[in-house]
């Protein structure tokens, strides 16, 4: 008998011997150059570099391009495709449901910031363990070009005139709600939006991804903050934020003392780098003035505008036993027939 050694593959793998192919999806059925396939791909780098095993994420969305991406990422992972707004809650749901689970909410601009902006503050103020990312492209893109509630004021589209009405500022709102994790990127930064992600996917509440993510087929005029040319001629990054996860060597390519060191709740560290301005990611009231200036300005900030650990996430809230509910047998988890007599006798 005659052994024959399979031939040894040179494609990268990840800690758990994954090649990165394991972590795509389906084939993006979305316009060329749609800034919401960068950000599948970086959600795919992102996990592939931490060794994040798919089996155990699950990925929610609303309606709209972007709710329809996450079906082009993560193809073994449990995926829920909601109605439009409501994906914050039926993400909060499964989280509490199965605490194994990390969740990956990916929303539009309309889908949170109109139909579901409700949503999104009482999934943020509940801190509902997730990582919530917002493909902000200015305008409903599936519904072919109408405005948004984060379109620009004075913007003119084809169909939709010109809009009235001041934009909303998602990660100013989530700060105002007590988001513990907001940050702010572009979807043409495959490096910055990688990063945060994989610090995002390390928090342990609701972590909040604004992503400017251009719409090439209904908001890509030049004037238009949402588009690439304005991304790359207006992106001021706050901070250069470099993710170091717990299980990898710490490198880091800047001097020392330059430095500012943010533990996570796993043991993985962010770091944040200062640059021309003296940002302080832990400093609320400094994040809230930073945006309103930048909004002034109109200008995108970008980076971790904030962070804070303190909160308590909804399991921790829930005092969540250690066996997630769903593996509970159904006599756990039903209050006795004797408890509910108890509890209508109370009631009398
Ligand atoms: C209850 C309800 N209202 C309205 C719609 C129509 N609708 C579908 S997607 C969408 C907006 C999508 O915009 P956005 O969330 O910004 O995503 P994009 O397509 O730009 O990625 C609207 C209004 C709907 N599907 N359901
Ligand atoms: S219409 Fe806009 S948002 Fe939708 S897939 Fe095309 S480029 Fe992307």
New binding site residues.
Partial sequence: MTTVNAPKSNTKVNKLGLEKAVYKGLESTLCNGCG?DSISARIIDACFDLGIRSEFIAKFS??????KSPAYFLSRSHGFNS???RMPSVATGAMVANRELTGIGV??????GS?GFGQFKHAIRRNAPMVYII?N?G?????KG?F?ATSDVGQELKHAGINELPPIDLCLEAIVADCGFVARSFAGDPKQVTTLLKAALSFKGTAVLDIISP?VTFNDKDESTKSYSWGKAHNEHVIDATFVPYFEEIIVDYAPGEAKEVELHDGSKIVLKKLDRAHDATDRMAAIKLLEEAKHKQQFITGLIYINQSRADLREQEHLPETPLVHLPAAKLRPSKDSLVKLMEGMK
């Fill in positions: 919401h609303g309606i709209g391009c972007s709710s109605l439009h707004g929303s539009g601009d309309g889908d949170t139909i493909e492209n305008v409903y893109g599936l519904t109408q948004s719409c």
